[in-house]
């Protein structure tokens, strides 16, 4: 097997064709990365839709991006669409690609990039099919430094080229254009930084997603104990649940789902106070940006997902659940399981009410 060794690495691929909170994540690896080999150009492989996440707060140097529903198309379109990314990698004469997707067309692209050193897992999340082949030529532990979480799956790499973990946990920095931006929207809507609540109330599938009425009752009850104000956050294809919580809530709500752009959000929760959500990418993007977390988690377990980075309560109804979303849940997928829905608003505001108690010195310390 190829041993790694020091450098020079002057340029290296990072490959996460996954979701928000798997980049995320997966920013904790490019610092580390970046602290090992200065100098480094760090390029992800991406979802174009998240390109500009990654560049806007300080996670690479550059994205070379796939559309995913080319990649999801007729097959004529699908090798299209491969064969014009892999024109655009292999330019960039990788001396490194770490694959931390590990699926059959991300080993695929990294056995064709052209680099000498080429890391992947072994084994496989899933075993690999009789005419499938590892190309990596350093081979990394499915979790890395002894952890459970995800995170140090995405850190597995590291330990297997021998590089110390200096940076544990993902941390993203805006750009100062970002944070002008989101103070500018703080100021039109009269927000006052470290004073507000940012609220996420979508996630990639129902059964992830607590049920707007009672987001809208646990946003009644934290208003009228604190005074925070309370935003909302998302993207435009979370309007419905958005409408829902607008029109069951007696408290005055901010509205910014679907106007922030994806590369502002980390500035914007920067600004804020706490951040409560589902299961979903924003949840590590606010947790990736300092603040507390309050998590709303069902089958998925927090010990595997949770918010990490942060002051943070993952909030989870007891196990094993009966099932509340007959007809919809699929188990054993975390992804397509209701149990969130079993949470009752007086646990949720607990712990919103238990964080802000927690890291109310620490915010007077800074202030």
């Not at 090992?36 to 979802?47: K, M, T």
């Not at 951040?275 to 603040?291: E, Q, V, Y």
């Not at 054993?332 to 712990?351: Q, S, Y």
Request: aromatic share 8%.
């Amino acid at each position: 097997m190829f041993q790694a060794r020091p450098g020079p690495f002057r340029s290296i691929l990072i490959l996460q064709t996954k979701h928000i909170g798997d980049l995320v994540l997966a920013t904790a690896l490019a610092k580390n990365l970046q602290l090992e080999y200065p100098g480094v150009r760090i390029v992800f492989l991406c979802d174009a839709r998240f390109a500009s996440l990654l560049t806007a707060n300080g996670a690479a140097s550059e994205v070379v991006t796939f559309r995913r529903s080319h990649m999801r198309g007729t097959p004529l379109r699908r090798l299209q669409e491969l064969i014009v990314t892999l024109v655009r990698l292999r330019r960039h004469h990788f001396d490194m690609t770490i694959d931390i997707t590990d699926t059959r067309t991300s080993r695929f692209i990294s056995g064709l990039v052209g680099a000498r050193v080429r890391v992947g897992y072994h084994p496989s999340e899933r075993p690999l099919r009789w005419f499938e082949r590892q190309p990596a030529n350093v081979k990394a532990k499915p979790f890395g430094y002894g952890g459970q979480h995800f995170l140090y799956r995405y850190l597995s790499p590291l330990e297997a080229l021998g590089i110390e973990l200096r940076v544990r946990f993902p941390a993203l920095q805006p750009q100062p254009s970002e944070i002008a931006k989101a103070l500018a929207l703080l100021d039109t809507f009269h927000l006052r930084p470290n004073a507000f609540v940012a609220i996420h109330a979508g996630a990639s599938f129902p059964g992830r997603r607590w049920q707007p009425e009672r987001f809208a009752a646990a946003i009644d009850r934290i208003w009228a104990e604190t005074g925070l104000d309370v935003v909302l956050v998302g993207g435009p294809d979370e309007n419905e649940a958005v409408e829902s919580i607008l029109a069951a809530a007696k408290t005055p709500i901010v509205n910014l789902a679907g106007s922030v752009p994806l590369e502002t959000l980390p500035a914007l929760f920067k600004q804020a106070r706490l951040f409560l959500g589902n299961d979903s990418g924003p949840m590590h993007m606010a947790a990736a940006a300092g603040i507390p977390v309050v998590g709303l988690f069902g089958l998925q377990s927090p010990v595997r997902w949770g918010p990490v980075g942060a002051p943070s309560i993952p909030v989870r109804p007891s196990m094993p659940c009966d099932c509340v979303g007959d007809g919809l849940c699929e188990r054993p997928d975390p992804n397509k399981a209701c149990c969130v829905w079993r949470l009752e608003v007086a646990h949720v505001v607990e712990a919103v009410l238990e964080l802000l108690a927690r890291t109310e010195t620490a915010l007077e310390a800074e202030m």
